[in-house]
């Protein structure tokens, strides 16, 4: 499991920018597509039949197993013979299962896929394309679409707000031809993402600690600040259902991980002087999840998101004072590029779109 004290100085000051030759074969790298999974297996057969559907061959399959009681290995098995299959002794999370698999994999290119997927058959295919088109880019962002009703955006990649916040860009909105445009992006969502084997490496991948939530905003955090280049790919499309796994958005345990790592997420992926600017926006969004909390009646597991920082504490502190010298050189540009990910958020609100945040609307109307 990657640990915070892990993510040293060295690594944030290295600049994640890539010679166009690094590839074996421009335009055929090796591609490992990486598949947390735990007691998924009424979802692992449509996501692996979609794998084996794809166009583009060089690739290889990595299922990593969170301790599952139920009977994924025997449908991976059966469906996807030739996938790699790397069992774990327990549930470490979905951030330790990616990093477990990127240890494991060959390829020049991470692809992570959740096990409640199902990818377009030119995924791989478009994706490759978009590694020869972007020569610097350390990741990419796939168009997630809604499993069910395929005309809505899941996610068209992912913004950070000064709220402390990810946005999946177009999250709930109907599909149109905003999102059909490649353009550069803040980060890109976890459950379809690919990434630089070597930038990846570099970020020291995601971290373990957050077990799931947020994990993929805190990664696209670290790699902005280390000056990482990341492109939205609208053709390369990936349907998902989403909460499959977890039972939903106020299951206990998702109010808990959800309340801890956000307060992680802001201390210790901001820098002092963008965290002080941040902080009214930040207040606000605490505020508005702890009502919503209140609503479903899961207060108890909030506070026991609360609770669950304090053992965390004295790291995360010494990780600030270890990064407070790069933070130094890369908070304006990483201020920048919060500010460009805010606005291209905010354009979605100002279509005339039907929003399902309340507080998103309210939050571009105040700030």
């Not at 499993?147 to 999250?171: P, V």
């Not at 570099?202 to 902005?224: I, K, P, T, W």
Request: contains cysteine.
């Amino acid at each position: 499991m990657v640990r915070i004290e892990n993510l040293v100085v060295d690594s944030m000051e290295r600049r994640v920018l890539y010679n166009p030759l690094m590839n074996s074969q421009p335009g055929q790298p090796l591609i490992s597509i990486v598949i947390p999974n735990y007691n998924g297996a009424s979802y692992l057969e449509v996501c692996l039949q979609s794998l084996l559907q794809q166009t583009y061959s060089k690739m290889e399959i990595l299922v990593v197993d969170n301790a599952s009681q139920d009977s994924s290995l025997e449908v991976i098995r059966r469906i996807a013979g030739e996938a790699r299959i790397l069992p774990l002794p327990d549930n470490s999370g979905f951030a330790a299962a990616v990093n477990h698999g990127v240890a494991a994999a060959s390829g020049e290119w991470i692809a992570v896929l959740n096990n409640d997927t199902e990818a377009a058959p030119d995924w791989l295919a478009e994706c490759a394309a978009a590694i020869g088109r972007h020569p610097d880019a350390a990741f990419l962002a796939c168009r997630i679409l809604d499993y069910k009703q395929r005309d809505h955006i899941y996610s068209a990649g992912d913004c950070f707000l000064r709220a402390g916040i990810g946005y999946r860009r177009g999250q709930d909105r109907k599909d149109g031809e905003e999102y059909r445009r490649e353009t550069r992006i803040f980060s890109a969502c976890g459950c379809a993402a690919l990434f630089r084997t070597g930038a990846l490496k570099a970020a020291y991948g995601f971290d373990g600690e957050f077990f799931a939530y947020l994990e993929d905003v805190e990664l696209g955090l670290r790699m902005q600040a280390a000056g990482a280049q990341g492109y939205y790919i609208p053709d390369a499309v990936v349907y998902h259902i989403g909460a499959a796994t977890s039972g939903g958005e106020f299951a206990p345990m998702v109010v808990r991980l959800r309340t801890r790592n956000a307060i992680l997420l802001v201390l210790q992926g901001l820098p002092g002087r963008i965290l002080w600017r941040c902080l009214p926006m930040i207040l606000a969004a605490q505020l508005v999840w702890l009502g919503r909390v209140l609503v479903h009646r899961r207060f108890l597991s909030y506070l026991r998101g609360i609770a669950a920082i304090v053992p965390l504490a004295p790291e995360r502190i010494r990780y600030r004072i270890g990064v407070r010298r790069v933070w130094g050189k890369s908070s304006k540009r990483l201020w920048h590029a919060i500010l460009e990910s805010e606005a291209m958020a905010r354009s979605d609100f100002s279509r005339g779109q039907i929003s399902t945040s309340r507080f998103l609307t309210w939050y571009f109307r105040l700030f």
